[in-house]
């Protein structure tokens, strides 16, 4: 993931995007309340978060398509809507792909992707050729005459990506785009979706409630809750270190286990040795790398852990609880005295149902919210 | 499935012989009637004056209402459902009020409110000229009109017009304007052919306002003309002349309806009406206001000059409280008027009872079997009321004229559509998944049918059952060429003592047929028409 450009630097150009207190309400409910948010340029930034946690309603907002109750949105680093103007959608410099497709019934496939160069003033032949040109470049210009309702899901929403580039904007917004998608389909389109928005070199935001979806094409991801911005980083970042168990949760597998810790440790440093040990168990010898986003005293603490720091074999004790072989790895569950801990493992099974396995720890990472006890 | 197929033959001959004998003789005896002299006697008694210039009328009229309506229902609509107008409720709910007053009663009312002597001439000295006429008609019907293109476009905007559809094209650099012009105006296309054939059937049927704005004026349409050949003349021309103009009116009816669904286009849909975004935030609550001010003129205004009448001691007085007195209402409350009141009551019960019971035997007919039999059913919807009443006394005035009976089998023959399409709208919406899996959860045919079927049908059950008993309450069209001696029903009645010249009286009167119809109209607002759209908050994914 390269491209992100560096928050620290002064006297840069606008962001593409930048939201400022942003609340948005449906009557007196707000659904969004209070959001700040910045993408860059030619930066694609995931919003990532359950159903119902107010991603549709910021991209809605964003593009126009609803008022804001107060704060402002700025795209390239023009104000589009505060709460006492809103710019029309056709006025803002931005491209959006729906969730539902939204391709229009009675328009076929060239129709659709020229009407955004058709309201710009171009003429009908040259719209088309632009369009032509875009089903070309998606590899869908043998769909050109059919309407929607010939196109299979996959197909409509290659028009609805052609509709919302032939509008050349420098941002777009993405809708849950595969979420209506079967699953093998969904992750080719994604990626097809993520690599013509990099050449366009547009910024975008992608709302999204698929985990793997958001670390996989993102350069930045943020966790929304009800209306909330949990947390903002690279993928890696939400990845290894989540503010807490929700955020947690919501980027991944993830574990709970008790350790004992034998000395202070600092926010941003390492333990070193000796290190903290899984609580209750005895003579557990190696001790895993510990990284923690706040200062912790010696004792007990919670830690998260990922299943891939987690290893088959070592000195700590476990039985397997349940076991999923998923072609190129094998998923397990450990009943532990630290905890019940996901475990994955490269290949097919190595250990059977309810059989006793010792397992080791590779590294835990204690977030910023103390884990309660869960 | 042996069973349930042979219980869906004997559904299919029962529904199909009843539609034979309820729609399909009557209508069929009066093309017989029509035709019995021949072609030549046919096109000569067309082309006589009256009948041309009766004919020309309705069409001229009807014409014009049928695109007055739609354009000021869809404008309504687009305001309505792809606005964020403050007290969208409440103007949805004005915008059907004129569904509840008869026809003839606006006609009443608009003569009472802008006529000569009327309630703006009596405080501003204002008349609206020509309300007497060919006009006040094309007005008055305008209004009447306007719900049900109304419904038609917005139950269309709610199914085939996805907001995101018009965000799309906002999206992609249209202006406000242009969406409507590219996308949402083509997508509705077949919604506002459905709604201009609606009207217009609905107008060249209109009874009750050409008898109470243009017979006075001189100004004949195809049904005041039928009444006058059938009701008042005992001439053997003119009764010719009344079954020839009445198959001539099927005709045009069947030809401008041309497919049987067209007059079904779009009803019933659900809304998913959601903001459509920024824009028209500044002139929101003018255009609110503008709205409910032209509700108010056409529709409220009219009902508060009637009632202001009936309150009246006398005409030309002046509406203050100081003349105003309950005698008109005590005048009113007389025998014809109870009798009437019990007749329309019980017509109203039975029509409403029997349109239910064959719109199920309809339904249980089944989808596949049932093309035939929707479309003889919807002919019957479709054929003007005058026409339609034409036939039934055609086909059994012989033994049931003046009875009770001739009048219900006619509403049975009109009504019949609505009872059927409401109920097969929603069992052709329930899953059938649920009746298997109550099936496969243990339930017998006829407990899954009592346990799962008949709960999710009952709401449009009981809607089906009240749309047609409030139809039937105040049907004036067939009821006013089938009534005899002693048994008009309400809405005659008044429209009797209307022409019988007596002003306040009658405005007593047209009050307590509208409080009648409004009161068991209540229900049917309850069960749905003013109700709030579910909108749901954000957080797209489903």
């Avoid at chain 1, 491209?3 to 620290?8: E, K, L, S």
């Avoid at chain 2, 009256?50 to 309506?69: D, Y």
């Avoid at chain 2, 007005?139 to 306007?146: C, D, E, F, H, I």
């Avoid at chain 2, 105003?324 to 017509?347: K, M, Y």
Wanted: contains cysteine.
């Amino acid at each position: 993931m390269t491209g992100r450009p560096d928050p620290t630097v002064g006297g840069r150009p606008d962001p593409a995007v930048s939201c400022r207190g942003l609340t948005i309400a449906y009557g007196p409910t707000a659904v969004v309340s209070d959001l700040d948010l910045e993408v860059g340029r030619g930066e694609m930034l995931a919003l990532l978060g359950p159903s119902g946690c107010g991603k549709t309603t910021i991209l809605s907002a964003l593009a126009g398509f609803l008022p804001v109750a107060s704060g402002e949105i700025r795209i390239g680093g023009r104000v589009v809507a505060d709460a006492r103007r809103q710019l029309a959608p056709e006025r803002r410099d931005v491209g959006v792909v729906f969730q539902g497709y939204a391709l229009w019934p009675h328009l076929d496939a060239l129709d659709t992707v020229a009407y955004p160069y058709r309201r710009r003033g171009i003429g009908t032949a040259e719209a088309r050729r632009r369009a032509a040109a875009i089903l070309e470049l998606l590899g869908i210009a043998g769909l050109a005459a059919r309407r929607p309702a010939e196109l299979s899901g996959g197909e409509q929403q290659r028009v609805g990506l052609g509709r919302a580039l032939a509008r050349e904007a420098s941002v777009y917004l993405f809708d849950e785009p595969t979420a209506h998608l079967d699953a093998n389909l969904r992750d080719r389109l994604q990626l097809e979706i993520a690599e013509h928005r990099r050449r366009s070199g547009a910024a975008a935001i992608y709302a999204t409630h698929d985990t793997a979806e958001a670390l996989a094409i993102a350069d930045r991801v943020a966790l929304l809750r009800a209306g909330h911005l949990v947390q903002e980083g690279t993928p890696a970042d939400v990845y290894e270190r989540p503010v807490d168990l929700w955020a947690a949760r919501l980027t991944g597998l993830a574990s709970i286990v008790e350790l004992t810790l034998p000395a202070d440790v600092d926010p941003g440093s390492r333990s070193g040795s000796p290190g903290p040990t899984p609580a209750g168990v005895a003579g557990a010898d190696q001790a895993p790398l510990l990284s923690t986003g706040r200062p912790i005293a010696a004792g007990l603490v919670r830690a998260i852990v990922r299943p891939d720091w987690v290893r088959l074999g070592g000195a700590i004790p476990g039985r397997v609880v349940t076991v999923a072989f998923r072609g190129a790895h094998t998923d397990y569950r450990l009943a532990t005295p630290a905890g019940t801990i996901d475990l994955r493992a490269g290949g097919p099974p190595t250990a059977a149902l309810g059989e006793p396995v010792g397992w080791s720890l590779d590294r835990v990472w204690v977030p910023v919210e103390a884990i309660g006890g869960d | 499935m042996a069973e349930s197929s042979s219980l869906r033959r004997v559904a299919w001959l029962a529904a199909a012989g009843l539609a034979a004998v309820i729609i399909g003789w009557p209508v069929a005896r009066l093309f017989g009637v029509a035709l019995e002299r021949g072609i030549g006697t046919l096109i000569e008694t067309l082309a006589g004056p009256q009948a041309t210039v009766a004919i020309w009328n309705s069409l001229w009229t009807g014409g014009s209402i049928a695109f007055l309506a739609v354009t000021g229902g869809t404008a309504a609509a687009l305001l309505t459902e792809r606005s964020t107008l403050p007290g969208r409720r409440w103007l949805r709910a004005g915008l059907l009020l004129p569904l509840l007053v008869p026809p003839f009663v606006t006609a009443f009312g608009w003569a009472r409110a802008f006529g000569p002597r009327g309630l703006t001439d009596q405080l501003l000295g204002l008349t609206l000229p020509g309300i007497y006429g060919p006009l006040g008609i094309v007005v008055v019907l305008t209004v009447a009109a306007m719900p049900l293109a109304y419904l038609i476009v917005a139950g269309a905007l709610a199914s085939r017009v996805e907001p995101d559809l018009e965000r799309a094209a906002r999206a992609s650099g249209a202006t406000r304007f242009e969406a409507l012009r590219t996308i949402t105006l083509p997508l509705l296309r077949p919604a506002l052919l459905s709604a201009l054939v609606v009207v217009f059937v609905y107008a060249i049927n209109a009874f009750g306002v050409p008898a109470v704005l243009g017979t006075p004026a001189g100004f004949a349409t195809i049904t005041t003309r039928l009444y006058q050949d059938l009701a008042l003349s005992a001439d053997p021309a003119a009764f010719v002349r009344a079954t020839t103009m009445a198959a001539s009116l099927v005709v045009v009816a069947l030809v401008v309806v041309g497919s049987s669904d067209a007059l079904f286009v779009g009803r019933g849909a659900a809304r998913t009406a959601l903001p459509a975004g920024a824009g028209l935030a500044r002139s929101r609550g003018v255009v609110a206001v503008a709205l409910g001010a032209a509700i108010a003129l056409t529709t409220v205004l009219p009902l508060v000059a009637l009632v202001l009448a009936a309150l009246t001691r006398a005409t030309g007085l002046q509406p203050v409280p100081a003349n105003w007195t309950l005698d008109n209402f005590a005048a009113a409350l007389d025998g014809r008027f109870l009798g009437g009141l019990a007749h329309s009551i019980v017509l109203a019960l039975a029509a409403a009872t029997v349109t239910l019971l064959l719109g199920a035997l309809a339904v249980a007919a089944g989808r596949r079997r049932s093309r035939i039999l929707g479309t003889a059913i919807t002919l019957g919807f479709a054929v003007p009321g005058s026409a339609l009443a034409v036939a039934v006394l055609l086909a059994y005035g012989g033994w049931l004229r003046d009875t009770l009976a001739i009048i219900l089998v006619a509403y049975v023959a009109k009504f019949w559509a609505l009872g059927h399409r409401q109920l097969a709208g929603s069992v052709e919406r329930l899953p059938g998944d649920q009746v298997r899996a109550s099936r496969a959860s243990g339930a017998g045919a006829l407990d899954a049918f009592r346990s799962v079927v008949v709960p999710a049908l009952r709401p449009s059950i009981i809607a089906a059952w009240l749309v047609v008993f409030v139809f039937a309450l105040h049907e004036l069209t067939m009821s006013s060429l089938l009534y005899g001696p002693g048994n008009a029903t309400l809405a005659v009645i008044v429209l009797n003592v209307q022409q019988l010249g007596d002003p306040t009286i009658t405005a007593a009167m047209a009050v307590l047929l509208v409080g009648v119809v409004a009161l068991a109209a209540i229900p049917l607002a309850i069960a749905g028409f003013g109700r709030e759209p579910t909108t749901r908050p954000g957080g797209g994914a489903s």
